[in-house]
Structures are given as C-alpha cells and as structure tokens.
C-alpha cells in the first residue's frame, strides 16, 4: 500500500482570520494528523513572520512548510526553523505567461533561477519541496526541464500545480502519467498535485493523479480552491483500497475540525459575497423537535461552533428533551441549553457589586467588583452603553480581552417587573464558551452571563 499524504493550505491565504484563529487552526489540523500545513507566505510583514514562528513552536506531528521565492529565502528559512518538522516550498512560474509576465524571466533564466533558488534553501533546510505553478499550461517540454533542475539541486518534493482548472479529471490523470514517463528523476522523489476546483471537479482530478502516481494533494478546509479537504480524505478512506493507497489522517475527527476551519473563515467568505458577514450564533441551523436524535442535535452545537464533549453533549441532549416535547427548538433556543448545562464549573469568579452610570449627554462608566480566592479584585472603564462599559471594567480586572463572539439579551417573563436572560458567547483560542445570566436588571444579567462564560474559559485554562 502507497501513503498519499495531505497538505493543507488554508492558512496560505487565510485573510478572514485573526491571528488567534490562524494558531488555533494549525493546532487543530495537527492534531488530526495532517501531514503538512503549509503557511501563508513572507512578504515583509512582521506579523506573518510572528504567526509562522508561533506556528512552528506549537506543531508536533505535522510539517510546516513556508513558501518561498527567489528572494525571499534567509527570512523563510528564519521563521521555519523552529519548527520539529520544518520544509521550505520553492514555488515559481513555468508557463510561458506566469514567467515572462509574473517573473519577468525567459525560459533559460527560468530553470536558472529554479536551480538556484532550491540549492539555497536545500542548504538551510534538509526538506525542500519545488512547486511548478501553472504547470498544465506550460510548454512540456521546459516543464520536464524544470522538474529535472530542482531535483538536482535538492528538492525531495516536486509539486504540480494545475492553476488554470481547465483539464477534466482523465486528463489531468494523462498529464501526471505523462511526467513520470518523461522525468525518471521523480522515481525516488515524493511527487505532489495541486488541482484547481474551477470546474468544481478538484477532488476527482486529484484521485485520478494519485491513481497515476503522485503521492501528495494539496487540499483546504474552507475556500473552493482545491480539493474539499475533508471529502478528499473520505474518498480515499472509501475507495483508496481500490487502488492500493491511504492516508494517515485521522478520519473521525475530521469532519468537527473541518467545520471549526469554516467557521473562522465564513467572515471573510462573506465579505467577498458582498454579504453581511455571519455571526456564529446566526448560523442557520435546522429547526430540532422531540423526533430528533442526539446526532442531530450533535450537528446543530457544531454549526453554532461548539466543541461538545461527550458528557456535555448528553447533557444538553437530556435538556434538550425535556424542551422539545413542549415546542420545537431552534438555533436560538439551543444556545441558551449549552450555555445553561454545558461545562458547569467551579466558579472563579463571583459577582460583588457593580456601579453603571449612563445617559444620552455622559459616557458609560461602569465599576466591578468581584470576588476571587476570597479578595476583591475590580475595575473601572468607560464604554459605548452601560453593557459595553461592564465589559470592559471586567476585563480591566482580569487583565484580558477574550473576543465577544455574541451577545443577547431576552425576556424571560413579562411584566413591570420582567425578568431578563442574557447569553454571552467568549472565544479563546479558537474554542467557543457560552455564559448565562438571569436578572430583572438587563445590565446585571449581561454581566452575570460574561462572568459565568469567564469561570469556564479559567478553569479550562488551569
């Protein structure tokens, strides 16, 4: 049986993430066993050479791999190699429109500056992989020429990449079968496919070149690039018998991380809709009843962007019931059970006092106290409304800011004297905590609901 292995890219061009989201991503695919998570790649910021280095130190299993150009080798090489598992990815041009129009080179001084673009990082890095960019349009010719000139010089990996998406899937399959008849320097080489999802056909492409021979596909979580990452692997689970090849990717826990990778992305996903971007707890979810099983209400928390453990999930399903058989629930509803039964823990924090001062010709101002291992810890901030000012005079205390996923505010009861339930959505480190707060006062139950979602991220934490 042949390996495939996986690269997955989201994270080379991942402009809908914060900086926390991108960490939280790579921990989450290296988890799971992907074989190589490729960076986004160096082009002079600061902060993507921060992100690749704090990449690099918190990746066990996977490899990290850091596109590089011709001349941006020392700063890859840089942020890499902290990394257990470090690779520098070569990438230039070979069709005639990608060098004389992105890299200004005629063929000759093409293959020059592949050969020595990939002997530079060969002696920086003992893994270096050449990725031929726009490969299918290429003259053939030149591209087996420029595949013999990077394996001489050190590649280990040789990539073909198919950004013009014009091949169907047998075609593609001919093109891979074509090159490792032409270039037998690729025999005792790693060869990898990138195939282009603007037929929506990439996962079938990318199968009919592992059937011809390659041994790598370069597939994304989120972003209909390339192939589905999650589908791709499930292909080869089903089917990769068939033609005596498998992946090492843990398939079970695919599906919760894929959805976890599209979540942090659908902001930018709906900018570039020209959309209102989609805030987590308005993600449609099916409407749940009492003939709804504990999977779908499973699937319901995963598009909301829980992680459930099994322990909670049963909670949550047993309240869940209790509900349904009175009225059906929607995505709204089942927000408020996770944030009532899920991850119940010890407090940390506790509620003393709090002060709010506003009106339409003062600035929010808003004091907490609250109570931790026994002293009184408080802080005192101004906001833009009562709520906002709470907030953040508890992040003054705490000395933290936790991303406000989502706040609401509803009527539990009614009359003059109504009480109000809040649901606060924090999210740290990629990972959703809900809190809920009761009181007839809406200010008070806000803050309630942000110190009961705090406890559960502290205890996580300690």
Known sequence: MRKVFIAEATLSNSQGMNFREKLETARLLDAIGTDIIETCPLNGEKSDEILVKTICAQTVSSIVSCPVTSTNVSAAWAAVQGAKHPRLNVKMPVSLVGMEYSAHMKA??????IQNTVAEARKNCADVEFTALDATRADEAFLYQAV?????????????SDDAGTLLPDEFGAFIARLIQNCPCLKEKTLGVCASDDMSMAEACAFEAVKAGASLVYAR?????????????EILGAKGDGIGVF?????????????RVKHFTRHHEAENA?????????????????????HAVSRAAVLLGYELAEEDLAKVYEHFQSIAGKKTVDSRELDAIIAAVALQVPPTYTLSSYVVNSGNIITATAHVVLDKDGQRVQGISVGDGPIDAAFMAI???IGHHYELDDFSIRSVTGGHEAVGEAL??????????SGRGISTDIVGAAIRAYINALNKIVYREN
């Open 274 to 294: 020209n959309t209102a971007p989609v805030k987590a707890a308005e993600v449609p979810s099916q409407t749940l009843d009492a003939s709804s099983d504990i």
């Open 108 to 113: 000759p001084k093409m293959l020059e500056s």
């Open 424 to 433: 606060v959505r924090l999210r740290d480190g990629g990972k959703l905590y």
């Open 221 to 233: 979580c989120a972003g209909r690039t390339m192939p589905d990452f999650r589908i791709f692997v």
């Open 148 to 160: 013999k000139a990077a394996v001489e010089a050190g590649a280990q990996t040789v990539t073909i």
């Open 395 to 397: 992040e003054k205390l």
């Open 247 to 259: 992946c090492s990717t843990d398939v079970t826990a695919i599906r919760r991380t894929a959805e």
